[in-house]
């Protein structure tokens, strides 16, 4: 029994030893530079070219509109004046003389009574 003891502690030693342990590696500090004063300014540029650019083409002519509706029926007018009086008519020439009637006749008077 002393044997298969010391051959299971063997065996458990040999089966933890041999597991893949991952290795821890430790990244290196990152370096930090710390920037120096500033240089003096530089010389100031050259002034640009202005040019200018070529006129466009001129564009088409539009459409006509389309033509407007009939406007409304304006208001009715006021009543005009009254026309001036005319002249007189000149005076008719004088009709021929009438012809002479008969003589009267003597009789009896008729009465006429109306009835109820």
Do not use: W
Request: proline fraction near 6%.
């Amino acid at each position: 029994m002393r044997h298969s003891i010391l051959f299971s502690a063997l065996i458990a030693a040999l089966g933890l030893s041999a597991c893949d342990r991952p290795t821890v590696i430790t990244p290196a500090p990152a370096v930090v530079t710390v920037p120096g004063p500033a240089g003096p300014q530089g010389a100031t540029g050259a002034t640009g070219e202005v040019t200018k650019g070529d006129t466009g083409a001129t564009g088409n002519t539009g459409y006509t509109g389309a033509t407007g509706s009939t406007g409304a029926t304006g208001d009715t007018g006021n009543t005009g004046r009254t026309g001036a009086t005319g002249y007189t008519g000149a005076t008719g020439s004088t009709g021929a003389e009438g012809a002479k009637g008969d003589d009267g006749k003597s009789g009896s008077t008729v009465v006429i009574v109306p009835t109820r």
